[in-house]
């Protein structure tokens, strides 16, 4: 296979994803991520689905998750990222800061300030402007409210306004 061709970046809905496509994404979620079970989208439905493409074949998927916060006092709009996966015979080109710009391109249009993801490997994301975050982070996990400083927590500022060290109530999911 030749991982040098033009890539393509489809954006879509959880809605308009044809069943041939979502079985292409939940095997590379499988390959990325070995344990996920049945339905990857089924805690939380993403605001938009990037796929990445070459040559008709799937390559990489993003998430992008819109979701009300509580900031320290503060009730606002963040971006957030998850099921971030390239297929294995592609990575180490690039590519998932490829999506991530367009992540954050979309989050602009939205005038999100800020993009937060939880990492498994934090020096992948460094280079796309992500710090990890010591905040205190509230979410659900298994039906249960959950409260610490989440290892691998990243953030990255968006705008001109900084990310403050205050509590972070996701109010659900850490995607
Ligand atoms: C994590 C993952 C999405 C990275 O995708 P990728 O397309 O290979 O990453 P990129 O080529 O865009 O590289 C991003 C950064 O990571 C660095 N990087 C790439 N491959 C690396 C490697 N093998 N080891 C360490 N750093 C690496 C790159 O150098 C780049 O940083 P730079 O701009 O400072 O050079 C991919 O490895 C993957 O799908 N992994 C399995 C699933 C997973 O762990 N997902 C993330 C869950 S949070």
Redesign the pocket.
Known sequence: MDPSGDYEIIHLTRSVLSSETERAVQALLKQ??GDIDGDYYAGDNPERIMLLSSGGRLVGHFAAYVREVALGGEELAIGLIGG???DVR?????????LLREAHAFFGERALPFSV?????P??Y??SGYRPMTNETRFIEGGQWKQFVYRGGMVAELGERKWPDTLLDLRGRAV
């Open positions: 990325a991520f971030v996966a390239i592609f990575r180490s080109q690039g590519l998932s800061k490829r993801l939880f990492a498994c490997e020096a992948r460094r280079s």
